[in-house]
């Protein structure tokens, strides 16, 4: 039973670029969550969806960023024009319900790196 | 709203020794309580968790923590380490029935020979 699955595991963008990273949650799982961790931060909550539904964006910064759970295929975390500043880990999280006591299955993250 | 504070960003200890890694939180309503190990290139993994009952919580690989109400604390411990036991650990709090979870900075276990 794979876990989650998260790619590309490394990626390098230029200042002005579009970051497209990808997440594929554990199977029966249908909740999705994308947390950010800063270079010496804890990981910071950004985005919760179900399928082809965003349920909670309040951790998303309100421009450049865009999250999608399509009804077939991945969650997908778009960052548009990228800076310096969104040079992070990108992890993903799933679950089979929204509830405090099920686990979230995370991944083993996204590497953005912008030049 | 809620914080947590993991006091200790780094601690280096030898093998077969036991170590405590210390996790406080503020949060003004009731909280549920985890640690996470990650390894290194790797996503987080679920240690143990505290919802409710007992305060003296067992997770994998030998570790337990301390739920203490009074002192809003939630320290990991294990009575001996192993040099696989190297990882950074995480404690995160969610508040009430959220899934969100807020994690602290996380604290790098570098276990020596």
């Known amino acids: 039973n794979a876990g989650v699955m998260q790619n590309p595991r490394h990626l390098v963008r230029r200042r002005g670029q579009e970051a497209r990273l990808r997440c594929s949650p554990m199977?029966?799982?249908?909740?999705v969550y994308w947390y950010r961790q800063l270079p010496e931060e804890g990981l910071k909550f950004m985005v919760y969806?179900?399928?082809?539904?965003?349920?909670?964006e309040s951790g998303m910064p309100k421009e450049r960023f865009s999250a999608e759970f399509p009804k077939e295929g991945p969650s997908i975390l778009r960052i548009q024009q990228v800076v310096r500043g969104d040079s992070a880990a990108y992890f993903c999280?799933?679950?089979?319900?929204?509830?405090?006591?099920?686990?979230?299955?995370f991944g083993p993250g996204t590497r953005l790196t912008v030049l | 709203a809620q914080s947590v504070t993991q006091l200790d960003s780094q601690v280096p200890v030898f093998e077969e020794a036991p170590v405590e890694l210390r996790c406080n939180y503020s949060?003004?309503?009731?909280?549920?309580l985890f640690w996470y190990v990650q390894y290194p290139n790797q996503g987080l993994q679920l240690l143990l968790k505290?919802?409710?009952?007992?305060?003296l919580v067992k997770g994998i690989n030998g570790f337990e923590a301390e739920f203490n109400k009074s002192q809003t604390s939630f320290h990991l411990r294990k009575p001996s380490v192993h040099i696989s036991d190297t990882a950074e650990y995480f404690c995160?709090?969610?508040?009430?029935?959220?899934?969100?979870?807020?994690f602290g900075k996380g604290t790098l276990l570098t276990v020596n020979p």
């Open positions: 999280a799933s679950s089979q319900t929204a509830l405090h006591y099920n686990e979230q299955f």
């Open positions: 949060s003004s309503v009731s909280v549920y």
């Open positions: 199977k029966g799982h249908s909740h």
């Open positions: 969806l179900q399928k082809e539904n965003i349920i909670d």
């Open positions: 995160a709090v969610s508040v009430g029935s959220n899934y969100k979870l807020t």
């Open positions: 505290y919802l409710s009952g007992s305060t």
